[in-house]
């Protein structure tokens, strides 16, 4: 048996894709097509925006694809989620065969729809390709005949271990226009029983041999609930990332009709739609020519149920309306009819931009100012995550609210330094709502808004708190507190760096 041994040792100097077509390799070709995703990332204090942030490390799974009609000529390209290298520092990958990591560059990032696309430069792909053979980028397939029932199997690196390891073959239970929840925006997802976890966000779902989708998000509460994101969606978005102006953003409440809401706005009993009760003033809808109160009964030539859902023939089933809007960009043509003041009405026009929301989730530096020992953050999702259980009562009063005017933002206090004076600061650390009488819109306006009051040569302005509390800013002494903060505190900007961000 020794000498057996000795006899196939030969074997060992073969070029690596010699060695991978063996027998004993037979998860070779994926084993070089589905990658480790390693970023490192800036991690800021989205509450306290001022102090240096700290640096994580980020494990997720990607994998090579080809699309020439998309990427004309380029090799190496990979997708992954982008909530594993957004805002990213650094990005390498590697695969369970070798250590060795290679180096990628962020080529197209869609945070909405939580995807990325990196590319491995034509150097270290010819390195990759010298250790591990030629790579054959996985096809994409076709994510819309995808039905519940169907068979997928996913491929990544799952915590808990280095090797690449394959989901046993799970069933799709569910395909809906649900939320994601990195972005908190709606898109089409499926939801499937696949055995994963978070390390493999970011790897291929298959079925017959083509990528339908990427792994993405799970149910932390439920065994074996996964999502992945429909590979016609990514297609379908990434010729609109280097304008991402393009990408609709409808924010409204709609509203289910039942018995009694029907009977009140005048409606049959087998009458369906929905009601639209509020509308951002001037967002999509609104400059569409949408209304509040109106009956939306049907979208585009599809007729809405009481619950929002139309056919949608592609899909072979119901999904929510929404789903109409998110296969158009912004300009293209969209009817719509409503029932409005009893009468019916059709809508004829094209695809308007939407309003950011009133609590954003963002995908840059915080926007912030410290001014009279005062620091101001405006309200984000980041900011609430990084708040924990003490900002529940922000994320409850705040979280899903719309905008009264449009470009509205939250702006709360965030600290009040030892300098202002002030002993007990926690009933402060609220919504500054107004500034002398007047309401704050964002913190661009509230900056400027005291910037100008002092350049006037006013002693100081007076901010109203939620709760109907007064905190007056003295704007003589406001720049001897706030250079004496930033020496004391090491604060290296006292504002955004760069700008607010809008």
Request: proline fraction near 6%; glycine fraction near 8%; charged fraction near 25%.
């Amino acid at each position: 048996m020794k000498r057996l041994s000795i006899i196939v040792l030969p074997l060992l100097v073969l070029l690596p894709w010699q060695v991978a077509s063996s027998a004993s390799f037979p998860n070779a070709a994926i084993e070089a097509q589905v990658l480790r995703v390693f970023s490192t990332k800036l991690s800021g204090y989205y509450h306290k925006p001022w102090k240096a942030p700290d640096f994580t490390q980020l494990k997720a799974s990607g994998f090579f694809f080809k699309d020439d009609k998309l990427f004309p000529g380029k090799k190496g390209l990979i997708f992954t989620n982008a909530h594993a290298v957004s805002m990213a520092q650094d990005i390498k990958v590697s695969n369970g065969r070798e250590k060795r990591r290679y180096d990628v560059k962020l080529l197209a990032i869609c945070e909405s729809a939580d995807f990325a696309v990196l590319q491995m430069e034509d150097q270290e792909f010819r390195a990759y390709e010298g250790r591990n053979g030629p790579v054959e980028p996985l096809e994409l397939g076709d994510s819309d005949p995808l039905r519940v029932g169907d068979k997928v199997l996913g491929w990544g690196y799952p915590l808990g271990g280095e090797r690449i390891s394959k989901s046993e073959q799970g069933e799709i239970s569910r395909i809906e226009v649900s939320r994601y929840v990195y972005s908190q925006d709606q898109w089409l997802m499926v939801q499937a029983s696949l055995q994963q976890n978070r390390g493999n966000s970011g790897g291929p779902v298959l079925k017959d041999g083509k990528v339908v989708g990427i792994a993405f998000q799970g149910m932390q509460t439920s065994d074996r609930i996964n999502y992945f994101i429909p590979i016609n969606l990514v297609k379908s978005l990434i010729p609109l990332l280097p304008h991402k102006a393009l990408i609709p953003q409808w924010d409204w409440v709609i509203q289910h009709l039942f018995a009694p809401l029907k009977s009140y706005y005048g409606l049959d009993t087998d009458q369906g739609g929905v009601l639209l009760s509020y509308l951002v003033p001037e967002g999509g809808p609104y400059t569409f020519g949408l209304r509040p109160n109106d009956i939306l009964v049907d979208i585009d030539g599809h007729e809405i149920d009481n619950f929002g859902e139309v056919f949608f023939p592609p899909l072979g089933q119901k999904v929510f309306l929404s789903e109409i809007l998110n296969r158009k960009k912004v300009g293209d043509a969209l009817t719509c009819k409503v029932v409005r003041e009893g009468k019916g009405l059709e809508l004829r026009g094209h695809v308007t931009p939407g309003l950011p929301r009133l609590v954003p989730r963002v995908f840059t530096d915080a926007n912030y100012f410290i001014f009279g020992a005062v620091g101001f953050v405006e309200l984000t999702v980041n900011c609430l995550d990084n708040l924990g259980k003490s900002g529940d009562t922000l994320r409850a009063r705040y979280a899903e609210e719309l905008p009264e005017r449009p470009n509205e933002k939250i702006v709360i206090i965030s600290e009040i330094f030892p300098e202002y004076g002030l002993v007990e600061t926690n009933q402060y650390t609220q919504r500054v709502e107004k500034i002398d009488g007047e309401k704050v819109l964002n913190i661009e306006q509230l900056y400027n808004r005291i910037d100008a009051a002092r350049r006037a040569g006013k002693k100081s302005v007076l901010l109203e708190i939620h709760g109907k509390l007064q905190l007056p800013l003295d704007l003589e002494k406001s720049d001897e507190l706030d250079k004496r903060i930033q020496e004391k505190y090491g604060i290296l900007y006292m504002k955004t760096s760069g700008g607010f961000v809008r």
